[in-house]
């Protein structure tokens, strides 16, 4: 019995310790104390003030860009296999609701090569893709729609995990990033909170750029209006082509290019970027390919020798330098403002380009004032409910009511180590889910209590009591604990983002209390009985 009673109590000392830990870390100063809590303690937008937006995913570029990379792949083996075609081009779906209408058109494609192409064309494409005929010479490639369904879920989960990864690499810690809605357009909304940022600006322009880089061919320019571009070419833009604008500095007016619709390089090639600074041309930002894509980017710049190559980062012409010769795995964007705006750029393309454009559609800001209301009254409500039950539990349960009030206790150290550990945001409705926590807690030790009375009143032994009514009470506790964490495994699955936050409070503290309610509180009991107190002295 003693030994196993000190091994128990081990266990509580060292969890003890490992809670307080997670929560103050090893302070030398009251400074630095209260820095370790600002740090492991983190609170949500609603507690600490700040900015909340609401962004829409243009879920259409995603598949916009998924028909250009078939288009080169498609030109390449086509090439390869010698079969000739006249053009290789897409549609442009407009809206969210167009995004599943993408297609590919082939023409000129000669009838003697029909089975090669559909052969070929339908490798190149995968399953997710549907190779029709539009006539003898004509081919359309259209895409399946659990292919789309699937795409539409995958560039939405890349988005936010880009999203996440900038905010992050910002040192934004105690930000989220989640989807919202869950209906029709909803489904492709992202909501993001910043708590501590009540000025967004910055990060704002960071989260919006998507810095979907592409090198593309340049077909025609410079111009000097978009209407100059298209006399140039009689009023009718070629095929597969567009007409882009390239950015302003001095004071000078933009310049305009024709441009080739489907890229050479995307930022989805991309490894690596870094800013670098240059003492001829200051701060700029240096790029690097994969291996697959410097071996693409070879072949084409090797081929399209004193030609121009457009670097075009978000829709904008940055330059459009001639190709001198053949070009390996790096380049470099120049004409950066410094050293703030070259590393801002790394960062983005480091994180990875958004697969679509992100366009806002609310930004709500909480004063910190706000916040800390917040927290004033949720702390006082919390502390009045906690003397209310210690008082309670003392009056009626008299000593028992300690052992109580110290489960009680070190439920609240496991819980908030818990999030400290996690790296979770404790919430206003967190703060619900600890006060209900507490009045869990409380349920379990009455349960306890009030069986091992009925045990005292029958006639047993101290010991023999405690015994039976923690073996009895066991069940009941272990039913009411699972049932309750059920509720809160799918209050997490389907609720959003403060419901969810209420859950993973109340699941934690939950898990804290079948801990605190039956070892400790059992340990303690055995504690007092092994120093050998009569019955009468139990004090319940």
């Known amino acids: ?77 086509l090439a390869a296999s010698g079969i000739a075609y006249s053009s290789i081009s897409r549609n442009d779906p407009e809206t969210i609701q167009q995004a599943a209408s993408t297609e590919v058109d082939v023409r000129g494609v000669s009838p003697t090569s029909a ?76 909501l993001i909170q910043l708590p501590g940022i009540s000025d967004p600006q910055r990060v704002k322009q960071i989260l919006k750029t998507a810095a979907v880089l592409n090198l593309d061919q340049v077909l025609g320019g410079p111009f000097a209006s978009p209407a100059d571009a298209m006399a140039s070419v009689g009023g009718i833009l070629p095929l597969n082509s567009a007409i882009l604008g390239g950015s302003t500095s001095g004071g000078q ?44 980017f070879q072949r084409f710049t090797g081929t ?22 053949q070009i390996g795995d790096s380049g470099v964007i120049e004409g950066l403002s410094g050293h703030q705006e070259a590393a801002d750029l790394a960062l983005n393309l480091r994180s990875g380009s958004l697969p679509a454009a992100i366009e806002y559609l609310q930004q709500d800001t909480v004063g910190p004032s706000l916040g800390a209301d917040s927290i004033r009254d949720g702390s006082e409500a919390l502390i009045a409910g906690v003397i209310a039950v210690t008082v309670g539990l003392l009056i009626y349960y008299r000593r028992a009511g300690i052992n109580a009030i110290l489960s009680l206790l070190l439920n609240g150290i496991i819980l908030v180590a818990a999030l400290s550990y996690a790296g979770a945001v404790l919430t206003l409705p967190g703060i619900a889910g600890v006060i209900l926590t507490v009045g869990m807690a409380v349920d379990a030790n009455v349960l306890i209590f009030e069986r091992i009375r009925e045990e005292l009143r029958a006639g047993k032994a101290a010991i023999q009591a405690v015994d039976a009514g923690f073996r009895h009470a066991f ?66």
């Open 304 to 325: 399209h020798i004193g030609q121009r190559l457009a670097i075009v980062l978000d829709k904008v012409v940055l330059s459009a330098p001639v190709i001198q010769g």
């Open 475 to 540: 069940k009941t506790i272990v039913d009411t604990h699972v049932t309750t964490m059920v509720s809160c495994a799918f209050l997490f699955e389907f609720g959003a983002g403060p419901v969810r936050g209420f859950a993973v409070t109340l699941l934690i503290g939950l898990a804290a209390n079948a801990f605190t309610a039956v070892f400790v509180s059992r340990t303690i009991f055995d504690w007092e009985l092994s120093q050998g107190r009569h019955v009468a002295t139990l004090g319940i």
């Open 115 to 190: 089975g090669d192409f559909q052969s070929t064309a339908q490798q190149t494409a995968g399953p997710g893709w549907i190779v029709t005929a539009v006539n003898a010479t004509d081919y359309r490639l259209t895409m399946r729609p659990e292919y789309a369904a699937q795409l539409e879920h995958d560039t939405m989960a890349q988005t936010i995990n880009t999203l996440a990864r900038k905010v992050n690499a910002l040192g934004l810690s105690e930000a989220s990033v989640q989807g919202h809605g869950g209906k029709g357009s909803e489904e492709a909304e992202v």
């Open 1 to 77: 019995m003693q030994r196993s009673l000190r091994i128990r109590m081990f266990v509580i000392a060292g969890i003890i310790v490992l809670c307080l830990y997670g929560i103050f870390g090893i302070p030398l100063s009251g400074r630095q104390l209260a820095r370790n809590i600002r740090k492991h303690i983190r609170l949500g937008l609603d507690l600490k003030g700040g900015t909340q937006l609401l962004l829409e995913v243009q879920i259409q570029d995603a598949f916009k860009a998924e028909a250009d990379t078939i288009i080169n792949r498609l030109k390449d083996r």
């Open 253 to 296: 007016p933009a310049e305009y290019w024709i441009l080739a619709r489907s890229p050479v390089i995307t930022g989805k090639d991309l490894r690596d970027a870094r800013a670098t600074l240059e003492p001829s041309r200051g701060w700029e930002t240096e790029f690097f390919l994969s291996e697959d894509s410097a071996a693409r």
